[in-house]
C-alpha cells in the first residue's frame, strides 16, 4: 500500500526528472509542478477520469511490468497543439489539425511524463516498472477500454494533476496510473 | 558514407533521431517504425549502424537484437528514462551502446562515435 505521504515524495522526484526531460525535447526552460498527488480508490478513480472536463486528448498505455494497471494523459486540445508546435520548433498556433507525427509527440510526453513519476512511485513498492506503446484514445473510448478490461476492479489510483510552463506557455496535465495496490 | 537505421514506433522520436544525424553529416538514413520492419530493412538495406527503441509494438527492440546481432548488426539501444534496467538485457543481447529518452545530440553522437 502506497500512503499519500509517500506519494507526494515520489512526485517532488518526479516533477524534476520530468522538467529535466521535457526541457532536453523542447530546448526551453521547463517548469513542472505537481498540483495535486493522491491515491484515490476505485470510485474516486472512475469520478476522476469522468470529469475530466475539456480534456479532449487522452493517451493511455499498459503498465507491462512491477504493477498490472493502465497510465493515462490528459490535457485540453489547445494544450496539445501548443504542445505540439513547441517540441516541433513551430511558432505557437501553427498547429490546426493534428498530423501523425503530431499525435507521436503528445504520444512520447505521457510515455516521458509517465515514466518520470512512475519509476519513483515503482522504487517505494520496491518493483521495476515498464511502461508499455502509449496510444491516444477518445474519452468514451478509454471509458470502453477500462470497463471491458475490468482494470478499475478493486484497485487504486495514483493521480498526479501538473502544472507545466514551457516558455511561458502554461499547460495542464492529469497524469493518472491505475494499479493494483497490494494489501 | 555511414548508412543508419532508426527504429522507433513514434514517428516524432523518429523525426527528431533523424534531424539530429542529418545535421551532424549522417545524412543515408533509413527508418523503421517497428521491429518487424527494422528486420527487413536491416537484412535489405545493409545498414551500418541501427539505432534501437526498446518498447515498440509488434516485436520490441530486445527481440529484434537478438535477430540482428548474429548477422553483424551494431545496435544502439534507446529507451526511457525509468528503463534503465532494459540495460543490462540489451548488452547481453549485443547491444553496444545505450541511450535514455529524451536525449541531446551530444550524447547521441558521442555513442555513436563509440560504436561505429
Known amino acids: 500500500m502506497i500512503s499519500n505521504t509517500q506519494l507526494k515524495e515520489a512526485s517532488i522526484i518526479g516533477e524534476e526528472r520530468a522538467a529535466k526531460a521535457l526541457s532536453i525535447l523542447s530546448k526551453n526552460n521547463v517548469s513542472v509542478k505537481t498540483r495535486e498527488s493522491k491515491m484515490v480508490n476505485e470510485s474516486d478513480a472512475i469520478t476522476s477520469v469522468n470529469n475530466i472536463e475539456g480534456h479532449a486528448i487522452i493517451s493511455y498505455s499498459r503498465i507491462l511490468t512491477g504493477f498490472e494497471g493502465i497510465c493515462i494523459l490528459s490535457l485540453t486540445r489547445e494544450n496539445a497543439l501548443d504542445l505540439v508546435d513547441l517540441f516541433n520548433n513551430r511558432p505557437r498556433g501553427t498547429t490546426v489539425t493534428m498530423q501523425e507525427i503530431d499525435r507521436s509527440t503528445i504520444r512520447e510526453t505521457l510515455n516521458i511524463l509517465s515514466n518520470s513519476y512512475i519509476t519513483e512511485v515503482a522504487k517505494i513498492a520496491n518493483k521495476t516498472v515498464l511502461i508499455g506503446v502509449p496510444y491516444l484514445v477518445t474519452k468514451e473510448g478509454l471509458e470502453k477500454i477500462i470497463s471491458e478490461s475490468k482494470l478499475l476492479l478493486n484497485r487504486q489510483a495514483a493521480l498526479f494533476q501538473t502544472d507545466i510552463t514551457i516558455q511561458d506557455v502554461d499547460f495542464n496535465l492529469v497524469l493518472y496510473f491505475f494499479f493494483i495496490t497490494e494489501a | ?116
Open chain 2, 1 to 116: 558514407m555511414t548508412k543508419v537505421l532508426v527504429t522507433d514506433d513514434s514517428a516524432f522520436m523518429r523525426k527528431v533521431l533523424v534531424d539530429i544525424l542529418n545535421k551532424n553529416g549522417y545524412t543515408e538514413t533509413i527508418e523503421a517504425q517497428d521491429g518487424k520492419e527494422a528486420i527487413e530493412k536491416f537484412n535489405s538495406e545493409k545498414p551500418d549502424l541501427v539505432l534501437l527503441d526498446v518498447i515498440m509494438p509488434e516485436m520490441d527492440g530486445l527481440e529484434v537484437l537478438k535477430q540482428i546481432v548474429p548477422l553483424g548488426a551494431k545496435a544502439i539501444v534507446i529507451s526511457a528514462v525509468g528503463q534503465e534496467t532494459m540495460m543490462t538485457q540489451a548488452k547481453d543481447f549485443g547491444a553496444k551502446g545505450y541511450i535514455i529518452k529524451p536525449f541531446d545530440e551530444s550524447k547521441v553522437l558521442e555513442e555513436i562515435k563509440k560504436v561505429l
